[in-house]
């Protein structure tokens, strides 16, 4: 039996009855059912992504990492390079990479 024994040394079977009763406090009634196949609103178009001149430079501006061996630093820059490359391959593939003429004008539909 791998059941945890409580204080007193019981089995934690809820011999004393308090632990196999449980109190319904806050609950008013059923709630409504949600219904998950509602019609949504269109999402909008999306940005286009300006992929990063260099994917690491976050990874870099928060110092070495706290992991033992010396090219724990190396890998993880390797692993963020290869996730930011594939990152681009699917915008690439979806069309949504911005074009060398679009990197300025991104920010200004905001305006």
Do not use: C, F, Y
């Not at 809820?14 to 709630?31: E, P």
């Not at 949600?34 to 260099?54: F, T």
């Not at 992991?67 to 979806?94: D, N, S």
Request: hydrophobic share 35%.
């Amino acid at each position: 039996m791998n059941q945890p024994r409580n204080a007193k040394g019981g089995g934690g079977g809820g011999q004393n009855g308090q632990s196999s009763r449980r109190r319904r406090s806050g609950r008013k009634g059923k709630s409504k059912p949600v219904d998950l196949w509602r019609p949504v609103p269109p999402l909008p178009e999306p940005e286009p992504i300006v992929p990063a001149g260099d994917p690491t430079a976050l990874i870099r501006s928060l110092g070495e990492p706290p992991l033992p061996g010396a090219g724990a630093e190396m890998a993880i820059a390797t692993v963020v390079a290869r996730a930011a490359g594939l990152a681009e391959a699917l915008a690439r593939v979806g069309g949504l990479v911005a074009e060398d003429g679009d990197d300025e004008s991104v920010g200004e539909d905001a305006a």
